[in-house]
């Protein structure tokens, strides 16, 4: 049984086109950012996977935040709690003060840092918070505050584009400043 298993495992017709690490980097950074490098080489007319590397013709048309009034530039902020009540109580008053339109708590994130000299690591629990661009300053100010932590986390990320009517709504469901 074993040794069938392991020529199945081993068959043509069961391994991956891509290997794992190519799978991982193809989803992380998409196929349009591994074009350019590839094609100027000539790698990627060798690649099994070269028809889905070109450009199509056709433009894809992106939505960009500068393309409506609608839209305010916005930010993906992430900020770390050491627990559920925490996260549950800032998400809460984040939304509640406007501060931004929507907050996601991850549970079960592992962080490992290092803090007054030594490796720590704790579970804490990740909010993902959007919100406007010009709001990250009170944002912040508003994790400083009630937030148990001497030095939270806040890391601010830039939305390039996305839905417009899930970008106009968040611009709808944030105060202007």
Not at 65 to 94: D, F, H, Q, R
Not at 120 to 134: F, G, M, V
Request: overall charge positive; hydrophobic content about 40%.
């Amino acid at each position: 049984m074993a040794s069938t298993l392991s020529a199945i495992a081993s068959s043509t017709l069961i391994r991956r086109k891509l290997p794992i690490v190519g799978a991982f980097c193809v989803l992380t950074f998409g196929l349009s950012n591994l074009s350019t490098p590839f094609t100027k080489t000539g790698l990627a007319h060798s690649l099994p996977f070269a028809p889905l590397l070109r450009r199509r013709s056709t433009s894809v048309s992106r939505i960009r935040m500068e393309a409506s009034s609608k839209i305010a530039p916005s930010i993906v902020v992430y900020v770390t709690v050491p627990n559920k009540e925490l996260g549950k109580k800032l998400a809460g008053s984040i939304v509640k003060e406007k501060l931004a339109a929507c907050v996601n708590r991850v549970p079960g994130v592992e962080s490992v840092y290092e803090w007054q000299g030594e490796v720590q690591t704790d579970s804490e629990e990740l909010l993902i918070i959007k919100t406007r661009e010009s709001l990250l300053e009170a944002l912040t100010e508003h994790v400083k505050a009630n937030h148990e932590y001497d030095v939270p986390e806040v890391i601010a990320m830039p939305i390039v584009g996305g839905s417009p009517q899930y970008l106009e709504w968040l611009k709808n469901s944030t105060r202007d400043k």
